[in-house]
T-cell receptor, first 113, second 115 residues
Framework: GENVEQHPSTLSVQEGDSAVIKCTYS??????FPWYKQELGKRPQLIIDIRSNVGEKKDQRIAVTLNKTAKHFSLHITETQPEDSAVYFC????????????FGGGTRLMVKP | DAGVIQSPRHEVTEMGQEVTLRCKPISGHNSLFWYRQTMMRGLELLIYFNNNVPIDDSGMPEDRFSAKMPNASFSTLKIQPSEPRDSAVYFCASSPSSGWAREQYFGPGTRLTVT
């Protein structure tokens, strides 16, 4: 089955700096890669996703890049703010029945004011 | 839309007791997922259903865990008997399964404490 590795497990940045979180996946059949943000005590929520027919997608201060050849994808957050502090999960999915996602282990991002 | 609904939000029980967690997915979503989240093991998929049929239950830890989805608007996750190591936050999520629309919408979770 699919295996998703996520690094780093914790990341501390100064407010205003950029943050990058990286994930690798094992199954070349995966074609959908979402990122979820989970604030303390809350539920995971989708913040951005990318499909395998695109190399990059941007939404305001967040962007995701995908390298299908290397089987890795990354989340980039620019001009970080304290409210960006949360746990971020990457995931991968194939176009199978039920839309099962395989999640990475999560990255705890701390933005220091 | 009210989103995915889970009950109870918090459950405290003693070891050996039966625990039943409930989930109502978003109307029209074909897929339903049960996850367990702990600090040590992160977010683990326990089981998922497509059109009310269990597709993959390989994440269910042992026979003490069982899940059902009797209709498109209701699912349960049961633990019998419960043990302290079952303490975790249990999330239910639902997703439309048509085409590229694969976002999973999570419920608020049930925080389970087994003493």
């Amino acid at each position: 089955g699919e295996n998703v590795e996520q690094h780093p497990s914790t990341l501390s940045v100064q407010e205003g700096d950029s943050a990058v979180i990286k994930c690798t996946y094992s199954d070349s059949a995966s074609n959908y890669f979402p990122w979820y943000k989970q604030e303390l005590g809350k539920r995971p929520q989708l913040i951005i996703d990318i499909r395998s027919n695109v190399g990059e997608k941007k939404d305001q201060r967040i962007a995701v890049t995908l390298n299908k050849t290397a089987k890795h994808f990354s989340l980039h957050i620019t001009e970080t703010q304290p409210e960006d502090s949360a746990v971020y999960f990457c995931a991968a999915s194939m176009n199978n029945a039920g839309n099962m996602l395989t999640f990475g282990g999560g990255t705890r991002l701390m933005v220091k004011p | 839309d009210a989103g995915v609904i889970q009950s109870p939000r918090h459950e405290v029980t003693e070891m050996g007791q039966e625990v039943t967690l409930r989930c109502k997915p978003i109307s029209g979503h074909n897929s339903l997922f049960w996850y367990r989240q702990t600090m040590m093991r992160g977010l683990e998929l326990l089981i998922y259903f497509n059109n009310n049929v269990p597709i993959d239950d390989s994440g269910m830890p042992e026979d003490r865990f069982s899940a059902k989805m009797p209709n498109a608007s209701f699912s349960t996750l049961k633990i019998q008997p419960s043990e302290p190591r079952d303490s975790a936050v249990y999330f239910c999520a639902s997703s439309p399964s048509s085409g590229w629309a694969r976002e999973q919408y999570f419920g608020p979770g049930t925080r389970l404490t087994v003493t």
